[in-house]
Nanobody, 121 residues
Framework: QVQLVESGGGLVQAGGSLRLSCAAS????????MGWFRQAPGKEREFVAV????????YYADSVKGRFFISRDNAKNTVSLQMNSLKPEDTAVYYC??????????????WGQGTQVTVSS
């Protein structure tokens, strides 16, 4: 069992940066790939980024590639998402998830409650 709690969301102007964090409970954190997803109002939840168990491999959605960077610290049971050059279309609730190294929602077993990111134009 893994419990996930996101933090770091907020309101930022276009072009700005935010850093999201996700703290995981339990001793099995390093057994899971960690992903970030987002869901905008009226839209389906979509993949953003994933990092492998060791942190050595990452994969990003095309819409965030080169702007967002995912990392993890297995000693601290945390995963982070550094978001740069933010755009209004990045506005969404952001969720972290634990599971397989996948861009599919179905690949993840555990989800956080989400944190709101709002980018103003």
């Amino acid at each position: 069992q893994v419990q996930l709690v996101e933090s770091g969301g907020g309101l930022v102007q276009a072009g700005g940066s935010l850093r999201l964090s996700c703290a995981a409970s339990g001793r099995t954190f390093s057994r899971y790939a960690m992903g970030w997803f987002r869901q905008a109002p009226g839209k389906e939840r979509e993949f953003v980024a994933v990092v492998s168990l060791s942190g050595g491999s990452t994969y990003y959605a095309d819409s965030v590639k080169g702007r967002f960077f995912i990392s993890r610290d297995n000693a601290k049971n945390t995963v982070s998402l550094q978001m740069n050059s933010l755009k209004p279309e990045d506005t969404a609730v952001y969720y972290c998830a634990a599971g397989a190294f996948s861009y599919s929602l179905g690949g993840y077993n555990y989800w956080g409650q989400g944190t709101q990111v709002t980018v103003s134009s």
